[in-house]
């Protein structure tokens, strides 16, 4: 589906011709196409391509900087950067994109992420099909949840299903799964820490690049690394009751 009313330069449709990215607002236009965006919609399969580095991203934010839905287009960085930024307090922070079934690529993640959401990482929540390719990230990832699954540039790869849809309950037609997805050229050199202060018994699921990878389809990881920084704690992997 192409809208035609993308406020971006560019048309979106081909390579040779991308709608343009190069500041938060151009951002928040990316993959908009749901009625909230109005005359500035632009479509979850264009092409798009940053023309500056932009910083000041909180994916928690007003309206919020994260592209909704399955991108099945390609984002190309540029070789360009994406900076996030996040308050003292943990907060409804998930990725930048939700669904990727496209490709991200040849883009560089830094700042810091304090989120208090099930599904973090740096750049992607399910990898469902897509690529990442040349995409470094060095972003600092703060989680507070007690379920967390925590990866260094896609949370989940393979399928977009809750866990309790893991069990037998499907919620309808946008469900995706056994999706081989693929990681290229790229890495994760920054700080994935979990710290739930609640009485839990559970506790996270951390990876370096993915932090699930779920289903039947192939997860391939080429001529990537990470080199994170990981830390857990919760005091109810030890707590106790006092009398």
């Known amino acids: 589906v192409y809208v035609d009313a993308c406020s971006l330069p560019g048309s979106g449709i081909m390579a040779a011709d991308p709608s343009l990215v190069g500041s938060l607002d151009d951002l928040a236009k990316v993959g908009a196409e749901s009625s909230t965006a109005g005359e500035e919609s632009c479509s979850l399969a264009g092409k798009y391509l940053q023309t500056a580095n932009i910083s000041g991203v909180d994916t928690n934010s007003t309206p919020a900087l994260i592209v909704a839905g399955t991108f ?34 040849k883009l560089s993640l830094t700042g810091t992420i304090r989120s208090d959401t099930t599904r973090v990482s740096s750049l992607v929540e399910y990898l469902v099909g897509g690529t990442i ?27 977009n299903m809750d866990s309790d849809e893991m069990y037998g309950t499907f919620d309808g037609t946008d469900d995706i799964e056994n999706q ?16 739930d202060t609640s009485t839990v018994t559970e506790g996270p699921i951390i990876g370096g690049l993915v932090g699930s990878a779920r289903g039947t389809g192939t997860t391939e990881i080429r001529d990537s690394y990470a080199r994170a920084y990981i830390r857990f704690d919760s005091s109810g992997l030890t707590s106790a009751i006092n009398d």
């Open 72 to 105: 099945s287009g390609t984002y190309d960085g540029n070789h360009y950067g994406i900076s996030y930024t996040s308050g003292s307090t943990f907060q409804d922070r998930e990725p930048l994109f939700e669904e990727l079934s496209g490709t991200v690529q």
């Open 133 to 159: 390719s040349e995409v470094g990230s060095s972003v600092q990832i703060y989680v507070e949840d007690s379920d967390a699954i925590i990866g260094g540039l896609a949370a989940v790869a393979g399928d």
């Open 180 to 195: 081989s997805s693929y990681i290229r050229y790229s890495k994760f050199t920054g700080r994935l820490e979990w710290d």
